[in-house]
Structures are given as C-alpha cells and as structure tokens.
C-alpha cells in the first residue's frame, strides 16, 4: 500500500455549501427566487464600468486602493480600517480562521446562514449553535453559549435565511456582555435593504470597538453576485492580520470597476429598497390571507422571506408545486427548516403568480 495524502479530520466533517438551484430538475426556470439576487439586476452604470475594466491581461490593484477609497469617503470610515474580499464569505472565512482554530468555538444561532456551520470547521475550531427564538438570532440564547473556549461570534443581520432583524439596542447588548477577547463579526449582507432609520449601529461599533468586524457585500442590494466583491471594517489591527491571509489578488479587474460605479449610483440602491419593501409587503399580505391554511410570514427585513407551512400543506409539497411551475426557491431541510421554504423577492409579477400558486396548492392540500 503506498500511502496518499490525508486530508484533517476537521476537514471531513464539512458538508460542502449547496447553492440555491438555478433550475428544477427538469430545466425548467421561469424564475430564480432561490438566492437573494437583486430582481432589478444592478445599476446600468457598474455594466459600463465591467465592459471598461482593465484588460484581463492586467493584475487587478491587490489592495482594491480605489474602491476602498470610495467606500471610505460614502460611509465616513479611514480606508486603512477597510478590506476588501472575494465576496463577503471570504472575509469570514479569514475572521474565524485569525482568531480561532483546534479546540476554539465560534458560535453562531440556529437558523442562521449555513456557510457559518463551514467557516467554523474549516478552521479547525467547533461550532456551536444558540437555540432561535421563534426563528430570530435570541441575544439572551447566544450569550448563554458563550464559554471560556468561545473566540468567535457571527451574526448576521438581517439574518438569512429568515429574514429577522435584531434593532439597535439588541446588536449593542450583545456586545456589551460579550469578553473583550471574543470577537463579534456582524455580518450585514442585506443592510442597504433596511429602512435607513432602523440601521443597527454595526457599523459605529466596527468603528469605536476592538472586538467588532462588520462585513458587507455587492452582491445582494447592489446585484453584483457574480462579480464576487465583500467588503469589511474593523479595527486597524484586525484589517492588517486579515490582509495577511487573504489572496493578493482577490478582488478581479471587473468586479472593482463594476463596484466602484456601483458604490457611486445610489440611486440605483435605493430604488432596489423601495421596490423591496413594496413588494415584500405585498407579498407578505398575500401569505397572511392564507393564514387558515397553517401559512404564514416571518418578519423580514430582507430581500427575501421565510414562508412557515403549518398546515395541510407541507414545506416540501409547496416547493415541489412552486419547482414544477418554474419557480425556484430554496427548501432547507438540513437546517431543520423542511417545513418552511425561503423566497426571493422578486417581481410584482413573479411574486403574484407565487402566492397564486401557494394559495392552490393549500387549497388542494386540504
Ligand atoms: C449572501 C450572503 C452573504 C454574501 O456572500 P458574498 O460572498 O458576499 O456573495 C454573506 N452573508 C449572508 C448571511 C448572506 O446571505
């Protein structure tokens, strides 16, 4: 027997990330409504800039100097306490894998983004889940899993796949009782989705605090997911050990361009969160006429919702009638959440034609 490379033991317990389906199994797609893209596409102005970008022949800017230049200016923060990743994910990835490793914990609540379970692992350290109250990240719950072995906290907020939103004073309590060795990563994908006067104040601790790392991305509000840009703030200290780790080129040519012109139309971002709320609300009165059903809304702030079928209906025959017809949402048994199913908020159209179908199949259910 010749022996062959042995991947860590910490390594084969991931489960790799599965991604929203872009088609049923038969192909057929009349709407993506399975991984929180923005429905209105991104603004025209981050397309001429990708078309422009630098030749692909060119190294991008490592340090994605001019972006975070931007990114300072538009959020009032010094650049050097900016940095920019591969999308979000890869920032936290770099968090949990600076500050935690074999025998740490890095805690995160139940119901949360299912990649946490994977940045936990793959740095070796253990993930522990605080039990969800009614769905939402429970401040109370998290603190009470915190142990002396605890190094790392996420958060995220909006939280995905829920859709639930800690105020202010929530994201500052748990802070406040959190050890000052432990470090609060909030990770803030679909804050630009938030009413501006319900902001959670991450980005004020991120900037007053030693502990906190605040992560944000393109690729939801701005709807530039296929660009792969995050970027996160932190303090100085923590920026210069995460810019240790990650890769030297990580942000490509296009995807600094398109975000930098992105950053610059927020015009464009903002009719994204009206839109939003509009047909989220719309969407979320059509689920509640449904209630006798055992159907029903959990608060979102998000571009997304998480439907509960409580009734005859069940979670996987509603998906199963919603994949037939062409629209792909995101059924999440392994999380524990088969009897539930998260939906993108698309059009008025789209999302009409979601509830026709719901209300259909609850009645045929029956
Ligand atoms: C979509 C999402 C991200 C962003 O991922 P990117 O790598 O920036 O595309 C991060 N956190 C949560 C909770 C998300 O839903």
């Keep these: 027997m010749t022996a062959v490379p042995t991947p860590k033991p910490w390594i084969a317990g991931i489960d790799a990330y599965v991604p929203g389906k872009a088609a049923g199994d038969d192909g057929r797609l009349v709407a993506k409504l399975s991984a929180n893209e923005n429905s209105l596409g991104c603004s025209p102005l981050a397309l001429a800039a990708r078309a422009e970008a630098e030749h692909p022949s060119r190294y991008p800017d490592g340090d994605s100097t001019a972006l975070r230049a931007a990114l300072g200016t538009h959020y009032g923060i010094d650049p050097a306490r900016i940095i920019m990743g591969a999308g979000s994910g890869e920032l936290l990835y770099l968090a949990a894998s600076a500050y935690a490793g074999l025998g740490d914990e890095v805690l995160f609540s139940q119901y949360s983004f299912s990649l946490y379970d994977i940045v936990a692992r793959r740095c070796g350290a253990t993930p522990v889940e605080a039990p969800a109250n009614d769905y939402a990240n429970d401040v109370d719950a998290l603190l009470a899993k915190v142990t002396p072995r605890t190094r790392v906290v996420l958060v995220a907020n909006p939280n995905n796949p829920t859709g639930t939103y800690l105020p202010r004073g929530e994201i500052a309590r748990l802070h406040a009782r959190l050890p000052g060795d432990v470090l609060l990563v909030l990770d803030q994908a679909y804050a630009e989705y938030v009413a501006p006067e319900d902001d959670d104040g991450s980005l004020e601790l991120a900037a007053a ?126 999380q524990g959440l088969g009897h539930t199913l998260r939906i993108t908020i698309g059009t008025a159209e789209q999302m009409d034609t979601v509830a026709a179908i719901l209300r259909m199949a609850a009645e045929a259910a029956k």
């Design 209 to 334: 605090q030693p502990n906190v790392f605040v992560t944000r991305t393109f690729s939801k509000a701005y709807g530039l997911a296929g660009e792969r840009v995050g970027w996160g703030t932190g303090p100085v200290e923590l920026v210069e050990v995460l810019n240790r780790l990650r890769g030297a080129f990580n942000v490509a040519n296009t995807a600094q361009a398109a975000a930098l012109a992105a950053l610059g139309d927020q015009g464009f971002v903002e009719q994204s969160r009206r839109h939003n709320a509009e047909i989220r609300r719309r969407f979320a009165a059509a689920i509640a006429a449904l209630g006798n059903h055992g159907l029903r809304m959990v608060p979102s702030e998000a571009n997304f919702v998480l439907v509960v079928f409580e009734g005859a209906l069940s979670g996987e025959a509603a998906y199963q009638a919603l994949t037939q017809a062409g629209y792909m949402t995101r059924w999440l048994p392994g």
